[in-house]
């Protein structure tokens, strides 16, 4: 298969009209399947006739992994339909990418077979002991001659009942300490069931449809072969594979968004209320166009970063816990703010719009799966003084490559990624050099406000003293690293928009007036409410893209 | 900006640099840092180790990734460390 919008579109076709309620791959099927707590098997069926695991496969591997911002675009097409299905595929990445970052090469091409075979691999982290700690883990894999042997609890780990393969994070060193784990990659025909307890399914709130499991194991032997990179470094690969998901995750998310929007301007344009389509009440009408700014804002930002990734990848430890951190907060907080515009129509667990209350649900672990919002900023805190000395000694602008979806991307290079920046992040470094820009006069304001709020915390960070970047730092503090990502995504649509083809709705300052305006919000204060003529733009757009059948993120390309 | 002089790339004076910088992180600490004693006996959490990696990055004006302090835990060990590093990287840094 060749480029992206063919795969995309392929994709797209193999899955159906979403809203066509006989489809059983689309919304009513999804519905369903998710009151028996699965996902639709037709379509399962037709992710497996795609050969979706294969575009999380490097090519090098035989796979069609090249470009992050491309495979993020593509799972949108799974995240739009079900996020439980989307999860449920996409966590093949949060083994994998360890496997492709440490694996030897015979390791990296027995994941790649088994991917692009359509079979799955789960990724065995989690301790409910130990939550985000990963480092307390206690899943044990003792030394014993030529063998290791395993004992120890893994819950709530996805797809744990279907997987064809694992990969574990267990400690080898009984001292603490970041050298103390180690991860494997083993078959799961290595699991003796004499030794292995699986236990009962957790059972979850929302993304019902994703099997989460567990398992209790004394005694297991496994060959010494199983360790995946050199003894120790489990944490370390973690922290540098782990940059790809904690973006990806939270990037593919932003479908959910455009789903839940989707839904409510179906409603809203078809209710009548007072003689009119409740869409055209000013309070529906600011709802959507805000929920449209929040989707381009989260997809400027996770684009950049993804990007970023592969052409700047040192800055990739900062990039991913920002992603995470804001992208989760302004999907929720967008979905929360739509639900009030569903009104009842937002309960309904049957009937055309009820995909609305799933999606409600599912989005909510994007917050704290993975990792926590409150743990990302936990690892951007220590790094601030850096970065903010430099971006405020170093202004310069960005590469343009960084924000345009037409620029080739170099391969990416998982070993070769940083656990630190050193204080190297060419996004927050352009934000000095956003004023000396061409910019249309109705931002010029909004910018101005930006880049002085950048000064001012590169000012307050310059005076952090190292004792206050430990993980016991105060909330104001770590509210530091809450603005910081604010900057950030401002500075990505920036970015975007200097980039985009003259004629695009993109290259227009509309939207950027609406994004900087909703960033006032995240950590800078309320956000600020939008021009009447922008609110114009938004919605207009907003509608032509309903009717044309698009998706309202950056891409604006066909959905199905 | 206060940098490090790369001149000084000798073991001694690194770690006498290192005893300063390092008790800037640690919380309560009474005596100087023993510089054979393990850092993460001070209490020096694997947040504090990340913001103290990019802290030496910065002055040194070499790549240090928490790692090294992973590898090195103590400041002895580490200044031996990054000695070696320094004087590997200076043909280059000129
Ligand atoms: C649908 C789903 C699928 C999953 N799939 C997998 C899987 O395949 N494999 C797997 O290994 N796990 C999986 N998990 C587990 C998931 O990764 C855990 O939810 C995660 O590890 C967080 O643990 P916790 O929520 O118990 O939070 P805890 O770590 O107990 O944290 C509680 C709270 O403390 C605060 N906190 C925690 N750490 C910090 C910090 N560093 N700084 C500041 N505050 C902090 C935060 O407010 C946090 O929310 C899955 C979970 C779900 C819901």
Redesign the interface.
């Known amino acids: 298969m060749t480029d992206i919008a063919t795969r995309a579109d392929h994709l797209e076709k193999l899955l159906g009209d979403p809203w066509d309620p006989a489809n059983p791959a689309g919304f009513a099927a999804a519905v369903a399947a998710d009151e028996r707590e699965e996902t639709a098997p037709a379509a399962e069926a037709a992710l497996d006739e795609f050969g979706l695991h294969a575009e999380f496969v490097p090519r090098a591997l035989g796979g069609r992994l090249e470009r992050l911002d491309d495979m993020i675009e593509l799972m949108r097409s799974v995240y739009r339909r079900d996020a439980a299905l989307g999860l449920a595929r996409a966590g093949q990445l949060l083994a994998s990418v360890n496997v492709w970052t440490a694996g030897r090469p015979e390791q990296r091409w027995a994941a790649a077979e088994l991917l692009t075979d359509n079979r799955r691999m789960a990724c065995a982290f989690h301790e409910l002991a130990h939550g985000n700690d990963i480092a307390g883990n206690e899943f044990a894999a003792q030394r014993a001659g030529s063998r290791l042997t395993l004992h120890g609890r893994k819950e709530s780990i996805a797809n744990l009942d279907r997987a064809d393969a694992l990969v574990l994070l267990a400690r080898t060193d009984p001292a603490d300490g970041p050298r103390a784990h180690s991860q494997l990659f083993l078959g799961a025909d290595l699991l003796d069931p004499d030794r292995v307890r699986r236990l009962a399914r957790f059972r979850s709130v929302g993304l019902r449809g994703v099997h989460l499991g567990g398992m209790r194991v004394s005694g297991l032997p496994v060959p010494e072969e199983v360790v995946l990179g050199a003894p120790g470094t489990g944490v370390e690969t973690a922290s540098r594979a782990f940059q790809v998901t904690r973006m990806a995750l939270p990037a593919m998310s932003t479908a959910l968004l455009d789903t839940a929007l989707r839904v409510t301007l179906h409603h809203t344009r078809r209710r009548r209320l007072y003689g009119r389509p409740a869409a055209e009440l000013p309070m529906v009408r600011t709802t959507l166009a805000e929920a449209f700014a929040d989707l381009l804002l989260c997809e400027a930002l996770s684009r950049t970063a993804a990007r970023a990734l592969q052409l700047c990848p040192e800055s990739g430890s900062v990039h991913a816990p920002a992603v995470k951190y804001l992208v989760a907060g302004v999907l929720t907080d967008a979905v929360q703010r739509l639900s009030t515009v569903m009104g009842a129509e937002f309960y309904r667990r049957d009937g055309r719009h009820a995909v609305f209350q799933k999606i409600a649900r599912d989005i909510r672990p994007v917050g704290f799966g993975h990792i926590a919002r409150a743990a990302c900023l936990s690892a951007l805190l220590p790094q601030l003084p850096g970065l903010l000395g430099r971006a405020r000694r170093a202004p310069a602008p960005a590469p343009e490559a960084l924000f345009t979806a037409v620029a080739e991307l170099p391969e990416l290079d998982l070993p070769g990624l940083r656990l630190v920046a050193g204080g190297r992040d060419v996004l927050a470094a352009s934000l000095g050099t956003a004023l000396d820009e061409d910019l249309p006069r109705s931002v010029r304001p909004l910018v101005e406000e930006r880049v002085r709020d950048f000064v001012r915390l590169c000012e307050v960070g310059a005076a952090l003293r190292p004792r206050e970047l430990s993980i016991a730092a105060e909330v104001p503090v770590r509210e530091l690293a809450a603005r910081y990502t604010v900057s950030l995504a401002a500075a990505a649509c920036l970015g975007v928009r200097r980039a985009a083809a003259a004629q695009d709705f993109l290259a227009r300052p509309q939207w950027l007036t609406a994004v900087l305006s909703r960033l006032e919000g995240p950590a800078g204060g309320p956000s600020r409410d939008l021009p009447r003529e922008v609110e114009d733009a938004l919605i207009e757009e907003l509608t032509d893209r309903d009717d044309r059948g698009l998706s309202f993120g950056l891409v604006g390309r066909p959905y199905a | 900006?206060t940098t490090y002089g790369v001149d000084q790339v000798a073991p001694s004076d690194l770690q006498r640099w290192l005893v300063e910088r390092v008790a800037?992180?640690?919380?309560d600490l009474g005596e100087a840092v023993d510089p054979t004693r393990q850092l993460?006996e001070y209490g020096l959490?694997?947040?504090?180790?990340?913001?103290?990696?990019?802290?030496v990055?910065?002055q040194l004006g070499i790549?240090?990734?928490?790692?090294a302090i992973?590898?090195y835990?103590s400041v002895g060990e580490l200044a031996e460390h990054l000695a070696a590093e320094l004087a590997e990287r200076r043909p280059q840094a000129a």
Request: net charge negative.
């Open positions: 900006m800037e992180y640690l919380p993460g959490d694997s947040i504090a180790v990340v913001a103290f990696a990019a802290d990055e910065e790549a240090v990734d928490p790692t992973w590898d835990p």
